[in-house]
């Protein structure tokens, strides 16, 4: 059976490159909205964090209507960190429709999400969004399009791709770069003519892979996938089977069945071969499962999910304001959800630790493991975290770590201090191409090495400069190389913070904290531009006489205090040090707050280090 009345399409993208913008554009025309309803833009990214950073984070659903033809539409992540979500998501489709830049061309995350479409033998509709800026350059960017299928391996069908040239804010399409477009009816034409409608037999037994996982407070966890083979319905028993386990399998009834029709979910009776469902009642069903018939159980193979390359351990918070701000604070409930996001992200693992209060929790990078840190922080826990440390691997006896391959967008005339910083951390230059006032600066480098780079790059380039980086495999260890050569500023006594302690201690670097602040001992309050750590006292009082009075305090001049991010903070910490994070703050410490035991220790390992020499 092929289902002509349907069509099954993703759209994918490097970030920021117009995925959302132009779900907008084809949800508008496509009548999903009435003529004069309000819309906010970027209508698919749901979530507050997603809004408030201007990032897809999870992928998600969405269908219209075109001359009959009903279009389910997978809005995807750009981020290299959620690539996770794309690998997955591409079995519920059978094309894509790939976008590109009209000014940046193809990134690092094109290449990966390009590639997983082109392993899977999808069809791809190349639309080159944004034509209307003015340092667009459609030439170029279309021979670079050509070039990485050829590097990818694409076959002749997908060399031959179609190419849109779209501007996804305006909401129009065109085939001739210089015909403007007036409204998006091209790129519809194109994936009802081009993406292949989806086949299956009808009439055989029900075989059902589970794509994405979702939940409700009423129906419990909810599995959103594509009927590869049959039919389902409501209340039809089937059996829950696992390709990679087969020990896994167990029956189940479907108590609900949806399907996606703009932006809702509408229940049916009943869907058939080709159709995206959301369906419950199967209490346990995570990502891979595969829905079949009960006399019949036949799994179908799950994409193979990339390894993650970063590692974060989390930890119960021990520190003295443990347990003011937060609401979740314990180690069973830290356990308890953290393994709960294992069941909607693929690409995260979680293992306890060598202590009952501590976990280790891995993922594709520093924005994967910061964005769960951040979702887990506004549902009101309150826990601490260390620096993320890379996963190494040994092949063949060799020590391997993973590398990244970095494309930087800088100004030509600040070149100089990237190629420095990026040849001091062991990068290797692969290419360097001017392009107008810019230049494109391609890097192979260590995963490692690029933890607290990218502040210090945005710094460098007086914030003109723009990072990008993908996962590139393994290659072996290079050795230790040295990241940050400043030290921290570390409150000696607990209190609070005064305007002449903080005066005085300002002079020894830059300032986290501000005036009548908490804190306590160990809990980092700025930073040394020096390597070493230094004791300070920001809680000093000035001594109060007949000549020195408390109003002088107003005459002292503070300077700002830099209030970290969450991803700087990431960023900042080195081996002995923890983020402190609750609800209301996010605060540096280090491991060992006793300045007295932090000394001896320090003396101990730099006693070690002169023996080892």
Known sequence: MTREDLRNVAIIAHVDH?????????????????????????????????????????AKNTAVHYKNVKI??????????????????????N?????????????????????????????????INKIDKPDARLG??????????MDLGANDEQLDSPMLYCSGRSGTASEDPNVPGEDLRPLFEKILSYIPAPTGDENGDLQLLVSSIDYNDYVGRIGIGRIDRGSIRVGQE????????????????????????????????NANVGDIVCFSGAGDITIGDTLTAVNNPQPLEFVKVSEPTMEMTFLVNDSPFAGKEGKFVTSRQLRERLYRELLKDVSLRVNDGETTDEFRVAGRGEMHLSILLETMRREGFELACSNPRVLYKEIDGVKQEPMERVILDVPNDMVGVVVEKLGQRKGDLIAMNPVGSRTRIEYVIPARCLFGYRSEFLTATHGEGVINSIFDGYA??????????TGSLIASCAGETTRYGLYKTQ??????????????????????????DIAVNPCQKKQLTAIRSAGADEKLILTPPKIFTLEEAIEFITDDDLIEITPKSIRLRKKTLNT?????EMMRRRRALEANK
């Open 18 to 58: 117009g995925k959302t913008t132009l779900v907008d554009g084809l949800l508008k025309q496509g009548g999903v909205f009435r003529d004069n309803q309000e819309t906010v833009t970027c209508v698919m990214d749901s979530g507050d964090l997603e809004r408030e950073r201007g990032i897809t984070i999870l």
């Open 72 to 93: 389910n539409i997978i809005d995807t992540p750009g981020h290299a960190d959620f690539g996770g979500e794309v690998e997955r998501i591409l079995k519920m489709v």
């Open 95 to 127: 094309g894509v429709i790939l976008l590109v830049d009209a000014a940046e061309g193809p990134m690092p995350q094109t290449r990966f999400v390009l590639q997983k479409a082109l392993e899977l033998n999808h069809r791809v509709i190349v639309c």
């Open 140 to 149: 170029e960017v279309e021979d670079e399009i050509l070039e990485l299928l």
């Open 238 to 269: 089937v059996a829950v089977c696992n390709y990679h386990d087969a020990s896994l399998l167990k029956k189940t009834k479907v108590v609900s069945l949806y399907q996606i029709d703009g932006l809702a979910r509408v229940p049916v009776d």
């Open 476 to 485: 072996p260890y290079r050795g230790e190389i040295q990241m940050r050569y």
């Open 507 to 532: 002079e020894r670097g830059q300032l986290f904290v501000g005036p009548q602040t908490q804190v306590y001992e160990g809990m980092i309050v700025g930073e040394n531009p020096k390597y070493d």
């Open 596 to 600: 007295e035991l932090r000394m001896k």
